[in-house]
């Protein structure tokens, strides 16, 4: 097993025990309906979720100069990539990342099948909801569970499992369904860029098939610009069809180092927009500050009312480095607190 | 060195012993002028190029009723992906690889920085034309030919290299700017799917980052649409700015089992319309079969005067297995001799 695994999530686990498991079971199909419609509705503020501020005032130049010919801050149409960090960044990322929880979740019901993982960890602690013990178990338990619950299946078999978790399953502190716990403000700036001729990619250190599974719907970013971590595959001919298979053994670890070499891999145009909230970002956003005109910003939690605040020493998401960088380079940083008017999409199922 | 490009190149051999080195290095500025927006002039044929035939009307009959709410072979337009082979396909590959051509002119360049090259294999033998000494030394002369002139440098540099030698390079038997041996009937193809909302993606055995220098002025296909064969590839800071560094090791070979795994990886969906020219397309195109409604396109090689007739004995693009399937498949073959009016783009500066 590879040990960029074991390194990358490692830190993910003294959030585990932390977690609360309390994932209620509700019917929630409505969640899949997108929400990036409503924010390009006509309207004479392209950001309406936004505070008037240094953060919206950047973008909105930022974006003006990009598009009009003849200014300094011209970018062409063919060079306008806009790229952007997925957990902590266009959805929230607390209490632990929302992956895992599904990997969990999906544990659980593929108990039924597996009556031995009874006594066999880290199946054990997970179905008895002892996650002190999972600690115990060091790196092996998480790779266990995510190979257990990802590999397998081929791709389209796979988004389907997270489809259907998706429609049901809610988020253990706000009882929303995943899918609503997305960034109303984010959602605008997406839309905001793709009105401005921007292709809006997700460089994320997610599982690249557990985001396409959603995205779509979600932002408005289809599976060919969802960049992220994926598993190997082999293709295999199964009665006469031709079919991927998802293999348990990593492939490529789209984070820190990674997202610059990931977009260089997948996107092949250095970015002139890079959005990001944690250190792991800090390459890709160093990466696009190569070209000029360019824009990189990060999204500071500093909302611990209405999401969560952390930064220099959260367990996740951690912002330290990328921070002073962001202030040494000028970057732009969003104060979550103080620039967003709402943080998640009003909507009809969450009352 | 991996085994696997060893394999790749294995075939090149016989070919390049054949092959006749007469570049001639005229000025050819001209030709990175794309034709690809000459066929998007509304006409009532939108495949001019092509003569009245089972394939013409089998290609617009599967696009009609794609597009066709309410029949049954309408396709939504998230799922219209198009994915060409490009050498032998898009463009020519007589009478080895142009990716090939390109590394021994790229020898011949470099050579005046590197005098020890007149007594090192395999560079002594290229500087001396003396092609047959080459094969005597085996793979290890070929990868080291590859990675001495693809590795080294970032992905922006290896492109400036391609885009000159492409300006100035010329077929040795047409004479031609390499970008003028490309198929006007496949560029109309390319307009008439992206006309009708289908994404076009080339899926190429050759460099991602060869055919990424040329591919979105000469076919209208973007760096994020090109999926190709890759070396690793390494981030640094170097003075104080965020590079991508090409190193010289194989990362991914996008051939035959290849195609399919890297359609996965990259585009996320299978492809509704598969277009190849070899057996080391049947993989991508059995994938693509296995979605329904689909449409899978063979081009044979038939016409021995206005290009190369070739097929189930070729070093290069031999199409045996794939043709075969065809008929037993019932997909459409292109007989190039009988379904093409034309060939090659007719331009004002090749004459």
Request: glycine fraction near 8%; aromatic fraction near 10%.
């Amino acid at each position: 097993m590879s040990k960029k695994i074991l390194r990358t999530w490692k830190h993910l686990l003294p959030a585990l025990v932390l977690m609360v498991l309390s994932c209620k079971q509700e019917s929630g199909d409505a969640a899949l309906e997108g929400s990036n419609e409503e924010a390009t509705v006509a309207s004479a503020d392209p950001l309406p979720s936004w505070n008037e501020g240094a953060a919206k005032s950047a973008i909105i130049e930022f974006v003006t100069a990009a598009t009009t010919e003849g200014s300094d801050g011209f970018i062409p149409v063919k060079d306008r990539i806009a790229t952007f960090d997925n957990d902590g960044n266009l959805w929230a990322e607390q209490p632990v990342y929302f992956q895992l929880l599904f990997a969990i979740d999906r544990i659980k019901l593929m108990a039924e099948q597996h009556p031995e993982w009874k006594n066999e960890e880290p199946y054990k602690s997970i179905l008895e909801g002892n996650l002190k013990n999972i600690e115990a178990q060091g790196m092996q338990g998480i790779v266990k569970l995510v190979m257990t619950t990802h590999a397998g299946m081929s791709p389209q078999e796979f988004r389907k499992i997270v489809q259907d978790w998706m429609a049901f399953a809610t988020h253990p502190k706000t009882g929303k369904p995943y899918n609503q716990m997305i960034y109303e403000p984010m959602l605008e700036l997406l839309n905001y860029l793709r009105d401005h001729e921007f292709k809006t990619f997700i460089v994320s250190g997610g599982g690249v098939e557990f985001m396409r599974a959603w995205a779509e719907v979600t932002y408005g970013i289809p599976p060919y610009q969802v960049v992220g971590s994926s598993i190997k595959t082999e293709f295999v001919i199964e009665n006469g069809q031709a079919v991927i298979k998802r293999l348990p053994e990593m492939e490529f670890i789209d984070d820190k180092e990674g997202k610059p070499i990931g977009i260089n891999r997948f996107i092949g145009k250095i970015p002139v927009f890079a959005s990001g909230n944690s250190d792991g970002d800090l390459q890709m956003l160093l990466f696009s500050d190569s070209r000029d005109p360019s824009f990189q910003l990060y999204l500071h939690h500093t909302d611990s009312i209405r999401e969560w605040a952390y930064d220099r020493d959260s367990h996740i998401g951690k912002l330290d480095k990328g921070l002073d960088e962001a202030l040494a380079r000028g970057w732009t940083v969003i104060d979550m607190a103080n620039d967003w008017k709402t943080v998640f999409p009003e909507t009809n199922n969450d009352e």
